[in-house]
């Protein structure tokens, strides 16, 4: 049964939702008062952040602090945090932070080659997805049988925001996304690194404001803005079929940059036992997992013949690959409440 909700505003509409919980065809609890704790995914943890934590006056402030650094995901995360405040009452909340897996990283990784003043200004490398390039190394090495503290993997979370992350024994060495969710490969409608002269380009010569270069970057280019069409790789790979050009062409500078991003994280492993797909394009296209492969093949690495989506989890190396090459599906919440549990019950994590 389909309801529609007349809603206004954020709060009002986590309120729903919590109820639908106990009411009506979605309920699976008796009462709200079975819910022990309330996780949320936060962007941004800056520096200040290297675990989940609990929510209290001084987390929030420190999370609003960091809107400027993610204006746009940072004010809802603190308005969910209200809403439930709102909605449930002294329930325990836990913000787990999308950066926080990246915080391992090297200095000499995360670190940008401007001025110094950048290092002490906090411009550097933060890296995003951290929540779920976690889990998935996790469960990688879980398919293929191993401690994560042996292993070498390369986790692609390849979905309308896309980014590789270089996780070496269980910690993470290098990131793709940076100080934004801007930087790195190219995404549905993200850039991803382009070169920086391009934006002072223009700048100077078609007067671009701040405002502009942002929805340009943000919102009007990658798969949608090369090829005119769609940010969903479905429909751009279905007109690069039907003969069209610039779908090809955003497919093929789609590819180019993923295959040159995974070189460069295998460097930074200095090894690979394993490549982790996730995330809608990384789950589901048979396309993508081929051809981003391709070039590693010096490396051993060698896909089955057969290639198929599948709902569960599976491992598409063929069986003399030396790279396991697994399709994980990503599951952000179940990380999150597991986050949680450890965090409020230690001894039953
Ligand atoms: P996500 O951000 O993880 O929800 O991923 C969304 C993206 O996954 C969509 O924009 C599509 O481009 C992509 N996607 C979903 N299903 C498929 C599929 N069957 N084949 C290729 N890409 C897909």
């Not at 080659?113 to 906090?122: F, L, T």
């Not at 309308?160 to 024994?169: E, I, R």
């Not at 409608?189 to 002269?197: E, K, L, Q, T, W």
């Not at 809608?280 to 396309?287: F, L």
């Amino acid at each position: 049964m389909q309801q529609v909700l007349k809603i206004t505003d954020k709060p009002e509409g986590i309120a729903a939702m919590v109820e639908t919980m106990v009411q009506g065809p979605t309920q699976v609890l008796s009462d709200l008062s079975e819910i022990a704790a309330v996780g949320h995914r936060v962007v941004h943890g800056g520096r200040h952040y290297q675990q989940p934590v609990v929510v209290d006056d001084e987390v929030k402030a420190t999370i609003q602090s960091l809107i400027p650094l993610a204006p746009a995901h940072n004010p809802a995360n603190l308005q969910g945090i209200e809403a439930i405040a709102q909605s449930l009452g002294t329930i325990p909340q836990v913000a787990v932070f999308d950066t926080a897996f990246h915080s391992s990283m090297p200095e000499a990784a995360a670190t940008y080659p401007g001025p110094y003043a950048w290092v002490e200004q906090g411009i550097r490398r933060y890296g995003f997805h951290g929540i779920s390039h976690q889990y998935v190394a996790q469960r990688a090495a879980a398919l293929m049988g191993r401690d994560i503290a042996s292993l070498k993997l390369l986790t692609c979370h390849l979905g309308n925001g896309c980014s590789l992350a270089a996780v070496k024994h269980g910690v993470c060495v290098d990131t793709t996304m940076g100080f934004t969710p801007l930087d790195g490969l190219m995404m549905g409608s993200r850039s991803g690194s382009v070169d920086p002269g391009i934006l002072i380009y223009l700048m100077r010569q078609e007067g671009y404001s701040a405002d502009q270069l942002d929805t340009l970057l943000n919102k009007e280019s990658g798969l949608k803005g090369l090829s005119g069409q769609s940010n969903d790789m479905r429909a751009v790979a279905e007109a690069m079929e039907q003969g069209d050009a610039q779908a090809r062409l955003a497919i093929e500078v789609f590819i180019h940059r993923l295959r040159r991003e995974m070189g460069g994280m295998i460097s930074s492993l200095g090894g690979l036992d394993g490549v982790a797909f996730t995330a809608g394009v990384g789950e589901n296209s048979p396309m993508v997992w081929q051809q981003a492969c391709e070039p590693f093949e010096f490396l051993g690495l060698r896909l089955k013949d057969e290639l198929d989506r599948d709902k569960a989890d599976q491992d598409i190396a063929a069986a003399d690959s030396a790279v396991r090459v697994l399709v994980v599906h990503t599951q952000e919440e179940w990380a999150i409440a597991q986050a949680c549990l450890s965090l409020l019950q230690p001894n039953h994590a």
